[in-house]
């Protein structure tokens, strides 16, 4: 990890929308993250990144085996924020009107009347999303990227705070639709839970085994609350030498011989967010090059698509992402003593890659 952790390496005073709300944003985290982690036990990695992309205002999507608690976690992460939930059960014969909305004729009325679907409510989780087909994958792309919703040439806007924590069987599992490029790149992160360790297996049994822990799970925080947070982490300072090395870590996945799809200028824009909201959670009103470092797996790999002989010997996009962080330079601060009033002010520069 990068040594320079100076208030002033930032690169600039800290905004007035952080500053302010420093404290409150710690306090509402640690309460939500308190709360989902009663649920999951064991994966305090998992709730994090589920916190920064909520805090970035994006979309999660969690991707594993059945049964190690995909579906736990965003129910839990929805129930600790009190604002509307709505879960959606992914079929093959879900239609895209049963998460938009349909209009229906009102013979009183003799006019059309809007019924929402169920992609109006501030946290929405599709359970088993790629088990729908593509058409139906389809019905969320204008509400993930403009929380909108188009029917019938109306607009309607989604609440807000909105965020989408879908989850999915992997591809080999009987029954799944791969999703298509342009849903994968809605998705700010992708994480994987994976098996708990045996003492939190065991400890999930103590806990778990007579009743449901979601059943006691009460909110801890407002929507209000959560909005202002995001209003915050808007403020987070980002140098532009971090921002160089995010365009760079991101460019450097269109050229790599191991991929025929790199990542997109909205991944990188994901990256920059989530980054922000990284700091932001380790009480920092300003952007590192570590924050970039550590989310770049998440936040890229499920956009990524090897060629075919990369895939032939096993060859991941995760394990793309890790050698790219390797061959890029990482952006370093040195403070120049002599100038301010005794401080120094940081000048980046560049230095080579560091291993993980």
Sequence with gaps: ????????????????????AGDELTAVIERVRGSVEDVIEGKPEVVRLSLTVLLAEGHLLIEDVPGVGKTMLAKALARSIDCSV???????????????????????RR????????????????DEINRASPKTQSALLES??????????????LPSPFMVVATQNPVEMEGTYPLPEAQRDRF?????????????????LDVHGGVNPLDDLQPVAHADEILKL??????????DPVRRYAVDLVAATRTHPDLRLGASPRATLHLLRAAKASAALGGREYALPDDV?????????????PTAQAQ??????????????????????SQQAGLGAGRGTPEYGRQTPRRL
């Design 188 to 204: 700010m992160a992708r994480v994987s839970i994976g098996y708990p360790s045996p003492e939190a297996e065991l400890q999930m």
């Design 86 to 108: 709505r879960r959606i059960q992914f079929t093959p014969d879900l239609l895209p009107s049963d998460i938009t909305g349909v209009s229906i004729w009102d013979q009183q």
């Design 312 to 333: 032939l010997g096993r060859r991941t996009a995760e394990q793309v992402v890790q050698e790219i962080l390797q061959r890029v330079p990482v952006p370093a601060a």
């Design 1 to 20: 990890m990068t040594t320079y952790d100076d208030r002033a390496s930032h690169g600039g005073a800290p905004s007035r929308a952080y500053a302010g």
């Design 111 to 126: 006019d059309f009347e809007f019924k929402p679907g169920a992609i109006f409510a501030q946290v929405v989780i599709g």
């Design 144 to 157: 993930m990227e403009e929380r909108q919703v188009t029917i019938d040439g109306q607009t309607y806007e």
């Design 293 to 305: 470092q550590a989310l770049a797996v998440a936040v890229l790999a499920h956009r990524l698509l």
């Design 230 to 239: 995001v209003e915050a982490v808007r403020g987070v300072h980002v140098a």
